[in-house]
């Protein structure tokens, strides 16, 4: 029964991530550094901090940053730093893809070497059976929904593609996903690296469901480093730095509150992938970080039906599609069994 209470718990911060890019449809006028950037300080920096300082007792946050060992600090910063890449790269796939190709093949690299990798280079933790297992079906539930984006390639026009994600370029957007997979996955081997910050975190009685919150804090903060020189680069090369000020009050309000809306969803995510992980049996919780990434290709390709980027499609890429979809929910399901 734990290992579907966290699966459960999992789904719904992956709702979260699925749906941040929506709010991004009602930001007016900025160019995608400006909002990009803005999104993430509330995801990388304000709501983490917001979410451990909430969760840890007696106000002991401070003392946890400040007393956390010197070297999980670094590598978790180090990590987010590298995942920080992924993490840019990421939201350029979706910009070039949309939201269901573009989460799709990012987040299916993303799953399996997050996932494969902490068990190969620590000998503390096994490759079981049932994780090759569940990766692999989620691995064909990633390249069956690729290949339904390249169905979906060769059957609309040009025109219908634009009408559907208005930047779309298939080549460029693929290498930016696949670079985007990659490095992403480093955000799975900060959490590995950080886990002597969540020993330090119990040892302040915080509830095992919000142990990995400190981590977070210093995993998005080598993560936001890495995006904000990218925007900050940017916005003074073309000069989109008056996006923040030159396009009235009402419009930078209304900015201001999709972009942050946007940051919190996308932190829901890692928030109850710690809750969730909690929950899993001990030998198989490293699944959870699969589980997380299948659940929010599921999830971003249905956003991706609602928000008619595969209109026009036929009707054999539509089948595909959710074929796609019902075996990456599978696999999140191989570990209860």
Request: proline letters at 4%; charged letters at 10%.
């Amino acid at each position: 029964m734990n290992a579907i209470q966290g699966i459960l718990l999992i789904a719904i911060g992956s709702i979260g991530a699925a749906s941040f890019y929506v709010p991004f449809k009602k930001v007016k006028v900025w160019s995608w550094e400006s909002y990009w950037i803005m999104q993430g300080f509330a995801a990388w920096l304000l709501v983490p901090f917001l979410f451990a300082w909430l969760t840890v007792p007696d106000n002991a946050l401070f003392e946890v940053l400040a007393n956390a060992p010197t070297k999980p600090k670094m590598l978790a910063i180090l990590f987010g730093i590298l995942w920080g890449i992924g993490g840019l790269t990421f939201g350029l796939s979706i910009r070039y893809l949309g939201v269901a190709l573009g989460q799709s093949l990012a987040l299916g690299l993303t799953a399996a070497f997050g996932t494969l990798v902490p068990p190969l280079v620590n000998p503390d933790e096994s490759l079981s059976l049932i994780l090759v297992l569940g990766v692999g079906i989620c691995v064909a539930g990633i390249a069956i929904i690729g290949y339904a984006g390249s169905l979906k390639n060769k059957t609309m026009s040009e025109e219908q593609r634009k009408a559907a994600v208005a930047e779309f370029a298939l080549k460029k957007g693929i290498l930016i996903a696949v670079l985007a997979g990659v490095m992403s996955a480093c955000f799975n081997y900060g959490l590995e690296a950080a886990k002597p910050i969540e020993e330090l975190t119990r040892s302040y009685g915080t509830n095992p469901l919000f142990l990995k919150n400190p981590s977070l804090v210093f995993i998005l903060w080598g993560g936001f480093l890495t995006n904000a020189v990218y925007c900050v680069y940017l916005n003074i090369k073309k000069k989109t730095y008056r996006d923040y000020f030159g396009s009235g009050l009402h419009i930078f309000f209304n900015n201001l509150f999709f972009t942050f809306l946007a940051g919190f969803l996308w932190f829901l995510q890692f928030h109850f992938l710690g809750m969730g992980q909690s929950k899993l049996p001990e030998d198989i919780a490293v699944f959870g970080w699969s589980i997380l990434m299948a659940l929010n290709i599921s999830f971003s390709n249905i956003w991706g039906i609602i928000l008619k980027e595969w209109k026009g499609a036929s009707r054999k890429t539509m089948w595909v599609l959710v074929a796609g979809i019902i075996v990456l929910i599978a696999s999140t399901f191989v570990v209860s069994l």
